[in-house]
């Protein structure tokens, strides 16, 4: 991961450059930009991404897995920020699927993108996207609610190539033993232990409506098993539902 890197000062969006070379690239190519003037958030949102304050990135890769494995490499993107940050003396918690919060708001968020057919896989773009040192001016009101930076809940400026080199070592190790044993453990060891959500009440957001359940754990494919007041499980695959209010 990271033999090839692209960088550039200012693009649309790094999981659109991705996207565009990804056929023609080899597994594990990076691209980084300073700034994104069109960065992408799940759900078709936008994503504040000014120059020189975040980490804004994508990883191309090509495993031999099907489509529907791909949330796992979310997981382990997850995973290895999560880690990463620990390293850094930075206290965070993994949000499921794939958000990484610090004091319960969103200071990483990734975006998996995929192309295929069914049952085989060309590529996948894992987009990151951190707000390390983003200021209070640079979120509007609406995401602050909900959004920080590292600079602002830790109040120290973070070094943002010692971050890249140390998430790209940890995502390579994750995903090499994926790929390797078939199977998330390692990861999974990580979410757990990161995870804001086990053991508390959180929503459930299905379309209208909004179910208070608890998260009790992660499954060996990294889905969210939930359980009602009245004891009933559910598995909650990523990407297929929304879970709010932790
Ligand atoms: C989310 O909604 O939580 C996902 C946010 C992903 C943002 C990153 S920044 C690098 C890459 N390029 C994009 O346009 N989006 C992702």
Not at 41 to 53: H, N, V
């Amino acid at each position: 991961i990271g033999k090839t890197i692209y960088y550039y000062d200012t693009v649309d969006s790094t999981n659109i450059k991705a996207k565009n070379i990804a056929l023609d690239e080899n597994n594990g190519a990076v691209i980084i930009s300073e700034e994104q003037t069109k960065g992408r958030g799940r759900l078709g949102r936008d994503w504040i991404s000014p120059k020189y304050k975040g980490v804004w990135m994508s990883i191309i890769l090509k495993p031999n897995i099907p489509p529907e494995d791909a949330p796992k490499i979310t997981q382990i993107a997850a995973a290895a920020v999560s880690k990463s940050f620990d390293d850094l003396g930075i206290k965070n918690k993994i949000k499921w699927p794939n958000d990484i919060v610090i004091n319960k708001k969103k200071v990483c968020g990734i975006l998996t993108e995929m192309s295929g057919e069914i049952g085989r896989l060309k590529y996948i773009v894992i987009g990151i996207g951190i707000n390390a040192n983003l200021d209070e001016k640079d979120l509007t009101d609406d995401i602050k609610e909900m959004a920080t930076s590292i600079k602002i809940e830790n109040g120290s400026i973070v070094n943002r190539e010692n971050l890249i080199i140390d998430i790209l070592e940890k995502f390579e190790y994750l995903y090499e033993d994926f790929l390797k044993t078939k199977s998330l453990n390692k990861t999974l060891d990580i979410c757990s232990e990161k995870s804001a959500l086990l053991g508390k009440m959180v929503y459930l957001v299905k379309g209208e409506e909004r179910f208070k359940v608890r998260a009790i754990d992660l499954d060996s494919e990294g889905r969210l098993i939930v359980e009602d007041k009245l004891g009933n499980k559910e598995t909650i695959i990523s990407g297929e539902i929304s879970i709010r209010g932790l």
